[in-house]
């Protein structure tokens, strides 16, 4: 089966965190995001997933030259970053955009999908 990545852009303008939400509304969110986890894991989807801190807090390496270069921060300047993922397998792209549905309902956010590459057969 095909992976899937279900990706979770947020506005460049904003570094959210959760010590700054409502505690009612985190509450809910978390909740929302459990069942979600677990319907996939119960469906056999679920590969790994995972949150990211801002992009304030990234650290970009660059070892392409003679001496690797560390620079605070990310290596773009973008309108949107990324604040988590989901990578889950589906028979189908249409199957990954129906969890995608799913995950954008627990978050109340917009979800990405996007295959990851599969080695070309031999």
């Known amino acids: 089966m095909t992976q899937y990545f279900l990706s979770l852009p947020h506005d460049s303008a904003e570094e959210p965190t959760m010590a700054e939400m409502d505690p009612t509304e985190l509450q809910a969110v ?12 119960e469906q056999g989807a679920w590969v790994f997933a995972g949150g990211l801190n801002p992009p304030s807090t990234a ?9 690797p270069v560390l620079t605070d921060g ?23 955009v ?21 080695r070309p057969e031999e």
Not at 30 to 39: C, G, I, R
Not at 59 to 67: E, I, K, L, R
Not at 76 to 90: N, Q, R
Not at 100 to 115: D, H, N, P
Request: proline share 2%.
């Open 74 to 96: 990310p290596f773009v300047e973008a309108k949107e970053y990324l604040g988590g993922f989901w990578i889950v397998e589906a028979a189908s792209n249409e199957a990954a």
């Open 30 to 41: 978390f909740e929302a995001v459990d069942q979600f986890n677990t319907d996939l894991q």
């Open 59 to 67: 650290t970009t390496v660059d070892n392409t030259g003679d001496a």
């Open 98 to 118: 129906e969890w995608a549905k799913q995950a954008s309902a627990a978050l109340q956010s917009r979800v990405e999908v996007r295959a990851l590459q599969e």
